[in-house]
Structure formats: structure tokens, C-alpha cells
């Protein structure tokens, strides 16, 4: 078996279980939990998302550009060591600021929790610095198969703790235990691992590039937050738990476009910096963003088309709504990673404050949007305003990547896909689902006639090149 071949099975196999264990498990928490209980957890994991941003400090992304460019292999382990260094610190940090800090926390949340709940979401989530740089040093590496046994061990024994707890009677705490024991485990097994090959180091002179690099992408990470997150607060503070539920559910459910595009992100972010410097690499650039762009927006056709049916025969009645939510957060979720796709310009200098400045800039127009959609649509509104943010985003990040490394997109192609992908869920809320798939096969058509045409341009150097650490 290949090598390249090898990865994708390992990424990919990898990405179904760990993922398709979390769509196995929503069924079993939507029956154990109520419409109010499962939005209660969902502000908790909004939480936790907004402060993972800040235990992250951008050192993974960080790592890829300085790592993927050292200019040899003493270089680039001190590099990983101190971004594993710095992440763990982070970790630390932050569980020590906020855990005295809970009784605030419940007053700005817009659900009310116990001391309890939330010492255990700050608990697992401060674990997390210690996984985030090994996970990545293993992609780095092309060590799949390390990938897939620490992040599919640690999926299946959150999932079942947390099936054991529920039947316990434990309700949200179930949920809460289990990430934290999960993590734990993960955490211990990948420090032990990634200290035998690259320990963790502190050097001041790494750490200071690391950070100029990465942290202006956490103020740009905290902006994305707020183009994929504050219209949760909004939700729950305007509607109630209960439609919180309901659009989290839905958002659950689209993120099976990130599920089945992330194989081919993790194998080819991780190079993209590294193929530049190669003669062809503005071409092989320009070839694999659109392609995984096309693949996101098929995804996304397709997430539309089957997801509502499986949506109703999967969860209790009082989620119904979510199903005519689901194909407009697909396509949403299919905008997004076209803009992680397609910004490789706005990275090639050795700061981010590109990047920042348009997640700035996105983020200003999203907040008021989303205010405006909730209070005079509801839930609607919210996932339409979602729709045209993520447009925006992607328009933005795009153009200005453009200006600063212009990559030969087939951009005739692609505006036929994304067409498709527009289309498809206006004609399904108009119940013309005949028309919705004639229109999403016309574009699922155009997308496989392409990457299929453009296959043959890098059949030799994919595997002399690109399989290298």
C-alpha cells in the first residue's frame, strides 16, 4: 500500500469513527436529555470553544509555517517543543484564572449551571493544551496511524462514558465527566509519547515568533467566534434553551461537511507551506484548494438533500425543526471551508495581521446581523443570516488571498458547484425536492467531471513529494 494511500485510509477511517461515533451518540443524548437540557449544554460547548481559542494561542498554526520552513531537523524540533510547551502552559493558565472565577461566568452565560458543571467543562477544557500539539506533530510526521488510534481511543471512550453515566440518571453531568476522563486519558498518553520524541521546551528565543505568528490568529479566532458562536447567546438569551436545542442539533448534523472534507485538510494543510517553496507549488496550490473546495460544496448538496430525512427518522419529535434548518447550515458549513480552502495568500507572510484584519471585518458585520435576524426571525432568521456571513467570508479571504499569491482557481467550475449548492436548499424549502436534486446532481456532475479532468496533473509528484515530512 502506499504510503499517501496509507494516510488517507488512516485519516479518513480515523475522522468516520471518531466523528460518526458523536452523530451515533446525538440520537442517545437528545433521548436522555430534554430540548432545555440539550441547550444548556450546547452554551457549555460554546463556552468551551471560545476559551479553546485561547488556550490554543495559534502555536499549531504557528507550527505548521515555522516548523514546515526550518531549515533542518534540529531546527524544526525545537520549534514543536516549544509550541507544545507553550500550548500546555496555556492550558494551565487559563483553568487557573477562570475555575475561582465561576460565579462570574454564570452571570454572563446566558443559562444558569452549577459549580459544579462548570469546574468540570473548565477542567476537560484546559487538558486540551496538552493534546492540540501532539495531534498535530503526528500529522506533521505522517504518523496516521498514531492519529487514528489516540483520537478514535479517545471518541469511544468518551461515548461510552458518557451512554453509562446518562442511564445513571446523571443527565448534563454525564456528558461533562466524560469529556473530562476522555481527555485525561488522552492527554497522558500523548504527553508520554510526543516527551519520548520531541519533550516539551522553553525556549525564549522559539516561543517569541510562535506567538507574534499565532496570537493576532486568536484575536482573529475570537472574531470567527463571533460569526460561529455569539448567535448561540443570541438564541438562548432571545428564544430560550429550547430553540438553542434545536438549531444546535442542525449545526450537528452540517457538520458532516467538515466530517468528510477534514481526511484531505489534515493531510494537505500541514504542507501546503512546504509544496509553495516547490517550482510547481503555486500550481499544486491552486489544484488541491479547489479541489477540496469543490468536495466541500458536494458535501454540502448532498448533507441538504439526504440530511432532513435522516434528521426526523433519527431524533425524538421535538427536534422536527431542525430538519428545516439542515440544508441552509450545510451550505453555510460549505462556505466556510471553501474560505479555509482558498486563503493561502493571506498566510505567506511571516505575521497574521491579514487574516485578523478580515476576521475583524467580518466579525463586525455578523454581530448586529445576527441581533437583528434573531430578534425579528427567531431560529430563521439566525441560519439565514449564517448563510450570507459565511458568503461574505468567503468573498473576503478569497480577493485578498488573490492579491497577495494569485493561484490559477477554475473558477468557471466552481461557480457552477457553488450555483448548485445556492440553489438546492431555496428549492427544497419550496418543496420542489424533484428540482432540488436535479439541480444538486448538476452540480454534484460538474465537481466530479473536474477533479477528475485535473487529476492526471500531479499523479507522479503526489507521491514523491508531497508523502515527505
Excluded at 461515548?159 to 443527565?171: D, I, Q, S
Excluded at 456528558?175 to 525564549?204: D, E, F, I, K, Y
Excluded at 490559477?408 to 445556492?422: F, G, K, M, T
Aim: net charge positive; glycine share 8%; with cysteine.
Amino acid at each position: 500500500m502506499s504510503s499517501l494511500f496509507r494516510q488517507a485510509v488512516y485519516y479518513g477511517l480515523g475522522l468516520v469513527l471518531m466523528k460518526g461515533v458523536s452523530f451515533v451518540m446525538l440520537p442517545v443524548i437528545t433521548h436522555y436529555l430534554s430540548p432545555h437540557e440539550y441547550g444548556r449544554l450546547d452554551v457549555l460547548l460554546t463556552l468551551m470553544n471560545l476559551l479553546g481559542l485561547v488556550i490554543g494561542l495559534g502555536v499549531v498554526d504557528a507550527m505548521y509555517r515555522f516548523a514546515g520552513m526550518a531549515s533542518s531537523e534540529q531546527q524544526r524540533r525545537k520549534v514543536i517543543g516549544s509550541a507544545y510547551f507553550l500550548s500546555c502552559l496555556a492550558g494551565v493558565a487559563v483553568f487557573a484564572v477562570t475555575r475561582p472565577a465561576t460565579s462570574w461566568l454564570n452571570q454572563w452565560l446566558p443559562a444558569s449551571y452549577s459549580d459544579r458543571e462548570l469546574s468540570l467543562c473548565l477542567a476537560a477544557l484546559a487538558l486540551s493544551g496538552f493534546i492540540s500539539v501532539p495531534l498535530a506533530w503526528m500529522r506533521m510526521q505522517d504518523r496516521a496511524e498514531w492519529f487514528f488510534c489516540f483520537s478514535v481511543g479517545k471518541a469511544c471512550l468518551h461515548a461510552a462514558l458518557v451512554y453509562v453515566l446518562l442511564r445513571r440518571g446523571m443527565g448534563l453531568d454525564a456528558v461533562l465527566w466524560g469529556a473530562l476522563v476522555s481527555n485525561a486519558a488522552l492527554a497522558l498518553a500523548a504527553l508520554a509519547v510526543q516527551s519520548r520524541h520531541v519533550a516539551p521546551s522553553s525556549a525564549a528565543a522559539l516561543a517569541k515568533p510562535l506567538l507574534k505568528y499565532g496570537l493576532p490568529l486568536v484575536g482573529g479566532g475570537l472574531c470567527i467566534f463571533l460569526t460561529q458562536g455569539a448567535e448561540r447567546w443570541l438564541l438562548a438569551g432571545l428564544g430560550g434553551a429550547e430553540e438553542l436545542a434545536v438549531y444546535g442539533v442542525a449545526a450537528q448534523f452540517a457538520l458532516v461537511v467538515a466530517l468528510a472534507i477534514e481526511p484531505y485538510t489534515l493531510w494537505w494543510f500541514p504542507r501546503r507551506f512546504t509544496v509553495l517553496g516547490r517550482p510547481d507549488g503555486v500550481a499544486l496550490n491552486a489544484h488541491y484548494a479547489a479541489a477540496g473546495a469543490m468536495m466541500a460544496l458536494s458535501v454540502a448538496i448532498g448533507a441538504g438533500c439526504v440530511g432532513p430525512w435522516a434528521l426526523r427518522w433519527l431524533l425524538p419529535p421535538e427536534y422536527d425543526m431542525a430538519a428545516q434548518l439542515l440544508p441552509w447550515l450545510a451550505l453555510a458549513m460549505g462556505l466556510k471551508q471553501c474560505s479555509h480552502l482558498m486563503n493561502l495568500g493571506c498566510y505567506v507572510e511571516t505575521n497574521t495581521r491579514l487574516p485578523t484584519g478580515l476576521n475583524v471585518l467580518v466579525a463586525v458585520v455578523a454581530v448586529p446581523a445576527y441581533a437583528l435576524a434573531a430578534a425579528h426571525s427567531g431560529v430563521f432568521g439566525v441560519v439565514y443570516a449564517s448563510v450570507l456571513i459565511y458568503a461574505l467570508r468567503f468573498a473576503v479571504f478569497v480577493c485578498a488571498s488573490q492579491r497577495r499569491l494569485r493561484l490559477d482557481y477554475p473558477w468557471r467550475d466552481l461557480s457552477i458547484v457553488l450555483s448548485a449548492a445556492v440553489f438546492t436548499p431555496a428549492l427544497i424549502q419550496m418543496d420542489q425536492f424533484t428540482a432540488a436534486l436535479c439541480v444538486g446532481g448538476v452540480g454534484l456532475a460538474r465537481a466530479g467531471a473536474t477533479l477528475l479532468r485535473k487529476q492526471r496533473l500531479l499523479a507522479a509528484s503526489m507521491e514523491t513529494e508531497l508523502c515527505k515530512p
